[in-house]
């Protein structure tokens, strides 16, 4: 067969595997766009097209047959328009597709997270340089904004800047054009289907009439929070079992009182009335939903609720400012005090010299969550009961009045949630090693609330 004619088969079979790819994405049948001078007059699909054909491919699970022929014809149309113009293209794609995700709901910090958990260190540090290169609105952007960018050493650019990055990116990291393509195309494949999340903070589009306004409340005690801090890192330090109880204890009974006195004082208007808000909080992988229980007990101690996202392997965490706050940095105590607990028991084996490593570690993080909440049950209990009897007054009603009010956000924000059961223990050497553990411990797209029970 000569060259021609191969040429042509291969022509018409890019063309085909498009037209396929592009039926089954739901997309139109018309190839012919503006994104590439001289696209329409060939009758046949631009740079921008197939560009964004090949990122939806890579992006749904289904569809991943099509991508050798995808990444075919994205090959040759970008070797048509040249390195520059298809660099042009790609960075002004990603703009967009960023642009659509901030009004999704995401932050910079939540899209790194699902980059990283999906796809590589590389393809994570292509998307710090997209944040980089982003048009920013002009207004003042939020401080937890502005920190998560820092966070990605994803420095602010001009506004207007130049939309061809993608080649100054793969020259740095030393990869050659087709590749450094390639991995451009699976980012914007994973970033594209991100699907809505409930806003958090304010997003760029709203920035100029929320500017300076879209950080914490203001209402969180950061000298209380110091304090348990500083309680929960004796604890961990410590090699004595009594006195890391003790000091865990007292973490919490230090965070229940101050939510105490500000409900009273919310309550009499000394201070201004908080609302519940959300917080999302992102639990890694191995063994997700186990750690996830543990959070779920946690914000349950602490008069907030749990949404869990098994998509993309988040918590939202539904509360007062001053509870998520507490709430956070005791899940993040508690966690490492039983990842170094469990890590320490090394692999495990039946009497056959099967492994039963994972199921024990599981059963390790379930045994510590279930054992963590009674203790934390406790001293919220303990912290109620004095308060009571220092302020001369049950208190009990102004908590459930606070969680009234929790409940009542979680509903309005997640309408959908439904409760499950969370994942079950197998191993019974786990469980008991997990509740051991947790003795010793410091105590400092669809939608799931963990039942805590």
Known sequence: MGKRNRERREAKKRQKDLRRSRSRLGGSPDWESAGVEGSASRGRPDFRSILLTYGRAFGVAEAAELLPGLESAL???????????????????????????????????????????RLTVRHADLLATAFAAYNWPKAQMPPRWAAQLSELSATERAPGS??????????????????????????????????RLEP????????????????????????????????LAKAESTTFEEEANALTAKAQELISRHAIDDALAQGAGHQPREVPRAQRIWVDDPYASAKGQLLAVVGASNRARVIWDATYGYMSVVGFESDLEAVEILFTSLLVQASHAMLARGKVSDERGRSRTRSFRQSFYLAFASRIHERLSAASREAATQASADLGREVLPVLASRQ???DAAMKRMFPSVRTMAGPAASNAEGWNAGRVAAEMASLGPKHEELATS
């Open 75 to 117: 090959l040759h149309e970008a070797s048509m328009v040249g390195r520059a113009a298809a660099s042009l293209v790609y960075g002004t794609v990603v703009g967009e597709c960023l642009a659509a995700v901030w009004e999704g709901g995401w932050q910079p910090g939540e899209v790194s997270r699902v980059v990283r958990r």
């Open 162 to 195: 130049d939309q061809a990055w993608l080649t100054s990116w793969a020259d740095a990291a030393g990869l050659d054009w087709p590749e450094a393509l390639i991995a451009g195309a699976q980012l914007l494949g994973v970033v594209s289907v991100l699907h």
């Open 200 to 231: 958090l903070i304010a997003r760029p589009s709203q920035w100029s009439e929320h500017a300076g306004t879209t950080g914490p409340s203001g209402l969180v005690d950061e000298s209380v929070l110091a304090k348990v801090r500083a309680l």
């Open 404 to 406: 009234d009010d929790v």
